[in-house]
T-cell receptor
Framework: GAGVSQSPRYKVAKRGQDVALRCDPISGHVSLFWYQQALGQGPEFLTYFQNEAQLDKSGLPSDRFFAERPEGSVSTLKIQRTQQEDSAVYLC??????????????FGSGTQLSVL | RKEVEQDPGPFNVPEGATVAFNCTYSNSASQSFFWYRQDCRKEPKLLMSVYSSGNEDGRFTAQLNRASQYISLLIRDSKLSDSATYLCVVVDQTGANNLFFGTGTRLTVIP
């Protein structure tokens, strides 16, 4: 389909392991966002890209979290030395316009990360 | 204090009922407001924007009260398919222009 695609759908990691989560936004979408959604909570902002530029990473919870979008399309969220508190659904969203005020974000189905 | 506060519910209502959710926000300079819907184990999807004058989309009505800093969503004639979590979203345009999501209000419509 033409929607936002995320992989893997599920990831189980041992504590201390590094993980990489992939997001394929809708083709041509300028803006890309990563959110973290813990069980029973709303999505929490992690970081924002406009094309390949990471304009806002204020939501990344620690320096173990790193995101990139080197060619302005596919993005990867990397978590180093995973901890149990990192367990959550990681949602990627894209939008055709720049800026973070767009009302219509197109979300992927998310990657559910479980750290044991 | 969280940027956006919502009653998590759950709200259990019979089919055909009218139900309303409120959401309060802390930043008085916020300019944009939305309601998203999230089904169980699915991604959030935009339901509707919220305008100062209020807006309606079929059985759904959204209202904004800037003085009291809250937004509301009214669902009339509830259907079973309305069962979902409804997320309030506020855009903070004074800083990094983030979209802030509430925790969501869970609605179950009962036959």
């Amino acid at each position: 389909g033409a929607g936002v695609s995320q992989s893997p759908r599920y990831k189980v990691a041992k504590r201390g392991q590094d993980v990489a989560l992939r997001c394929d936004p809708i083709s041509g979408h300028v803006s890309l966002f990563w959110y973290q959604q813990a069980l029973g909570q709303g999505p929490e902002f992690l970081t924002y890209f406009q094309n390949e530029a990471q304009l806002d990473k204020s939501g990344l919870p620690s320096d173990r979290f790193f995101a990139e979008r080197p060619e302005g399309s596919v993005s990867t969220l990397k978590i180093q030395r995973t901890q149990q508190e990192d367990s959550a659904v990681y949602l990627c969203a894209s939008s055709p316009r720049p800026g973070q005020t767009n009302e219509k974000l197109f979300f992927g189905s998310g990657t559910q990360l479980s750290v044991l | 204090r969280k940027e956006v506060e919502q009653d998590p519910g759950p709200f259990n209502v019979p089919e055909g009922a009218t139900v309303a959710f409120n959401c309060t926000y802390s930043n008085s300079a916020s300019q944009s407001f939305f309601w998203y819907r999230q089904d169980c184990r699915k991604e959030p999807k935009l339901l509707m924007s919220v305008y100062s004058s209020g807006n309606e989309d079929g059985r759904f009505t959204a209202q904004l009260n800037r003085a009291s800093q809250y937004i509301s969503l009214l669902i009339r004639d509830s259907k079973l398919s309305d069962s979902a979590t409804y997320l309030c979203v506020v855009v903070d345009q004074t800083g990094a222009n983030n979209l802030f999501f509430g925790t969501g209000t869970r609605l179950t419509v009962i036959p």
